[in-house]
């Protein structure tokens, strides 16, 4: 059983910075797939960014290309999310997905059906 725990969430005005981590346990970090999805109120969960066990591949929604970036410290067992020039529509619940992939990864974890293992979520909020 794997438990992830965000954090990092919090109230920024648009155009700030936050940097959201996820740090889930277990001893097997560095062979999970990590993602990170976020629902705002009213609106279906969405996928914002993933990454596979090395950190050697990712894929990002298109809405946060240029301004999101996932990256992870297998060695610190943890996830992260850099969120740059945030905007107002940012505004969200933001949640980090795993599942177990030491090998074969491919697009289809950029889908919330790939994952097993969601954490509780932390939220972000962006004023304008």
């Known amino acids: 059983q794997v438990q992830l725990v965000e954090s990092g969430g919090g109230l920024v005005q648009a155009g700030d910075s936050l940097r959201l981590s996820c740090a889930p346990s277990?001893?097997?970090?560095?062979?999970?797939?990590m993602g990170w999805f976020r629902q705002a109120p009213g609106r279906e969960r969405e996928f914002v960014a993933a990454?596979?066990?090395?950190?050697?591949?990712?894929y990002y929604a298109d809405f946060v290309k240029g301004r999101f970036t996932i990256s992870r410290d297998n060695a610190k067992n943890t996830v992260y999310l850099q969120m740059n020039s945030l905007k107002p529509e940012d505004t969200a619940v933001y949640y980090c997905?795993?599942?177990?992939?030491?090998?074969?990864?491919?697009?289809?974890?950029?889908?919330?059906?790939?994952?097993?293992?969601w954490g509780q979520g932390t939220q972000v909020t962006v004023s304008s």
């Open positions: 277990g001893r097997t970090f560095s062979s999970y797939a």
């Open positions: 990454i596979n066990w090395s950190g050697g591949t990712t």
């Open positions: 997905a795993a599942d177990f992939a030491p090998s074969y990864y491919s697009s289809r974890y950029t889908h919330a059906y790939a994952y097993n293992y």
